[in-house]
């Protein structure tokens, strides 16, 4: 299984920028498919963003769209989220998922199977 690892939340101000990291160990990197989720208090997890193995293949809510960008890098084992022009409805604990299944919905939460402890993200107006 792979171990994963946030960092980069915190408190910023609105129109701000945070990019959030997200640290893999144990297998192969390059073998999983990985997502950016959030969920606020009260709500359900949502997908935010979501990248294919190679990077080739690249997803975004549509709440995110224009302003949030997915990255990895597989030498480094890492995926990263660029997040601009934040808004205060964008507060929310952020994880990164891992899975190595083969499906046709890369956006549902569902389908991952490994993920991070989470970090949180607040956005004040």
């Known amino acids: 299984q792979v171990q994963l690892v946030e960092s980069g939340g915190g408190l910023v101000q609105a129109g701000g920028s945070l990019r959030l990291s997200c640290a893999a160990s144990g297998r192969t990197f390059s073998n999983y498919a990985m997502g950016w989720f959030r969920q606020a208090p009260g709500k359900e997890r949502e997908t935010v963003a979501r990248i294919s193995r190679n990077g080739g293949i690249i997803a975004y809510a549509d709440s995110v769209k224009g302003r949030f960008t997915i990255s990895r890098d597989n030498a480094k084992n890492t995926v990263a989220l660029q997040m601009n022009s934040l808004k205060p409805e964008d507060t929310a604990v952020y994880y990164c998922?891992?899975?190595?299944?083969?499906?046709?919905?890369?956006?549902?939460?569902?389908?991952?199977?490994?993920w991070g402890q989470g970090t949180q993200v607040t956005v004040s107006s």
């Open positions: 998922a891992a899975t190595d299944l083969v499906v046709i919905n890369y956006m549902s939460p569902n389908v991952y199977k490994y």
